[in-house]
């Protein structure tokens, strides 16, 4: 797979061919850089939370 707006990049995509069809691993590999994501721990849960308001950054008057 290629991306429009990257033109020499190149995407490749890993698929379980056994079982259900999991993304296991995207790679990307560019004019100026590579880069690898691989995927693990499928059907297993997620500890996710909000984070504290402490850890938020109000960003309402940014480029004001």
Not at 7 to 19: I, L, M, S
Not at 37 to 46: E, M, N
């Amino acid at each position: 797979m290629t991306d429009k707006e990257d033109a020499e990049g190149v995407y490749t995509f890993h698929v379980a061919t056994e079982g259900k069809p999991y993304l296991l691993k995207v790679a990307y590999q560019g004019a100026d850089y590579r880069s690898t994501t691989f995927f693990s721990a499928f059907d297993a849960p997620l500890g996710v939370r909000s984070p504290a308001d402490a850890d938020v950054l109000d960003t309402s008057a940014a480029g004001r």
